[in-house]
């Protein structure tokens, strides 16, 4: 089949998704043109990245960096960029129809939102842009006619159940390993190094998010990203602990039937769907072995000893900011841990803290959702030092 190259920009194409995305790419040149990388501060990588794909421009956000990026690269003909502006202007070019989001953090919301008001399709990795402010930025892909397709693997399970269906979802059953601490007790957790927090089980990935996932914070934030990528009520959004991680999640329909989707824990798989999107192209992946593979086990949560899962479904619940106030609390947190500051088991104290005291705005605007993550920033650092 013939079809029409894709034409990509890749935010954030250092990271571990990046990198993920561009192995893809490498394996399909026929099918993707990169146009844009853009990194935080791997200028080394980045300039690899750029002589290898050849895309039409680059951004290193770190300024310090920019000489070193500019001088590897002008003779190559590429143009160089510092700053987040220049992200925000550059994912807006005519020569772009894909626009891959998989920086850290809040900081992707901007890049996200203009990519969006420029009507381009979002292979959305960044999934606290919708933590922040998921009804503003479902309104205006909407309003912009701006699809959006879902990177995390268990957002793209869904999308793949949902693919050609027309019938209303009476469930979405959200899977998750459980982390490197399903086992443990409250005190293990409480205590545990950043070693043990980092060592997921099934999944490579950023710091982040693994520790995310060992706090069962990264179910809570999916969770938040699901209600907004399928405008399903919270109700209907219940997580399900998988250890095997073979199934990646699933769709219930009201005759009963549930809808879900397999493969084994590689994110190269939705990356590639969501880059290829409608079409499944050839991966070198491993594939599922049933026989030696035995049984898949499914259990409940545990909210006692895993309470940022609860803290989410309460943001949720409340509304407005609220998601945006614990988004910005568990930034803070998860920085501090992987700096030293705080212990695992304080993580979840300093969102319970600063959600507590921050004020709800019901329906915020853009302006109102950068102020709440700024102060709810500020109170979670403050409350730290108290610590
Ligand atoms: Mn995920």
């Known amino acids: 089949?013939?079809?029409?190259?894709?034409?990509?920009?890749?935010?954030?194409?250092?990271?571990?998704?990046?990198?993920?995305?561009?192995?893809?790419?490498?394996?399909?040149?026929?099918?993707?043109?990169?146009?844009?990388?853009?990194?935080?501060?791997?200028?080394?990588?980045?300039?690899?990245?750029?002589?290898?794909?050849?895309?039409?421009?680059?951004?290193?956000?770190?300024?310090?960096?920019?000489?070193?990026?500019?001088?590897?690269?002008?003779?190559?003909?590429?143009?160089?960029?510092?700053?987040?502006?220049?992200?925000?202007?550059?994912?807006?070019?005519e020569d772009i129809d894909i626009v891959l989001t998989a920086m850290v953090g809040f900081s992707g919301l901007r890049p996200t939102i203009a990519a969006i008001e420029a009507s381009k399709t979002i292979a959305l990795a960044n999934k606290e842009t919708l933590v922040a402010a998921g009804e503003i930025v479902t309104g205006l892909a909407l309003k912009h006619k701006a699809a959006i397709v879902p990177v995390d693997s268990e957002h793209s399970a869904i999308f793949q159940c949902l693919a050609g269906n027309c019938s209303p979802i009476e469930k979405i059953l959200l899977t998750g390993s459980g982390g490197p601490f399903l086992n443990a007790t409250k005190k293990e957790i409480f205590n545990a190094t950043k070693e043990q927090a980092l060592n997921h089980p099934r999944w490579k990935m950023g710091a982040k998010v693994t520790i995310d996932s060992a706090s069962l914070m990264?179910?809570?934030?999916?969770?938040?990203?699901?209600?907004?990528?399928?405008?399903?009520?919270?109700?209907?959004?219940?997580?399900?602990?998988?250890?095997?991680?073979?199934?990646?999640?699933?769709v219930q329909f009201e005759d009963g039937t549930v809808m879900a989707q397999m493969s084994i824990p590689d994110m190269r798989i939705p990356i590639q769907y969501a880059i290829g999107y409608p079409l499944r192209r050839?991966?070198?992946?491993?594939?599922?072995?049933?026989?030696?593979?035995?049984?898949?086990?499914?259990?409940?949560?545990?909210?006692?000893r895993f309470p940022c899962l609860g803290y989410a479904y309460e943001a949720l619940r409340e509304?407005?900011?609220?998601?945006?106030?614990?988004?910005?609390?568990?930034?803070?947190?998860?920085?501090?841990?992987?700096?030293?500051?705080?212990?695992?088991?304080?993580?979840?104290?300093?969102?319970?803290?600063?959600?507590?005291?921050?004020?709800?705005?019901?329906?915020?605007?853009?302006?109102?959702?950068?102020?709440?993550?700024?102060?709810?920033?500020?109170?979670?650092?403050?409350?730290?030092?108290?610590?």
Not at 282 to 304: G, H, N, V
């Open 218 to 250: 990264n179910k809570g934030l999916e969770l938040i990203e699901a209600r907004w990528l399928f405008n399903t009520e919270p109700k209907d959004i219940e997580v399900v602990i998988h250890p095997q991680s073979i199934i990646h999640s699933m």
């Open 1 to 93: 089949m013939e079809v029409l190259k894709r034409h990509i920009a890749i935010l954030g194409s250092t990271g571990s998704i990046g990198t993920q995305a561009l192995d893809v790419i490498s394996q399909h040149p026929e099918a993707f043109q990169v146009e844009l990388l853009t990194a935080n501060s791997n200028s080394q990588l980045l300039i690899e990245q750029a002589a290898q794909f050849k895309p039409n421009a680059v951004v290193i956000c770190d300024e310090s960096r920019y000489d070193e990026v500019q001088s590897a690269l002008d003779p190559l003909d590429i143009k160089v960029f510092t700053g987040i502006d220049s992200i925000c202007s550059l994912v807006q070019s």
């Open 282 to 304: 050839r991966l070198d992946t491993q594939r599922i072995d049933f026989a030696q593979l035995a049984s898949m086990t499914f259990f409940k949560p545990d909210i006692e």
């Open 319 to 387: 509304g407005g900011n609220a998601t945006c106030i614990m988004n910005a609390a568990n930034e803070v947190a998860v920085a501090a841990f992987l700096q030293g500051k705080i212990r695992f088991g304080q993580i979840p104290e300093v969102i319970n803290h600063t959600m507590s005291v921050s004020s709800i705005i019901p329906t915020p605007d853009l302006e109102s959702i950068f102020l709440t993550n700024d102060s709810a920033r500020q109170t979670a650092e403050d409350f730290i030092k108290k610590l």
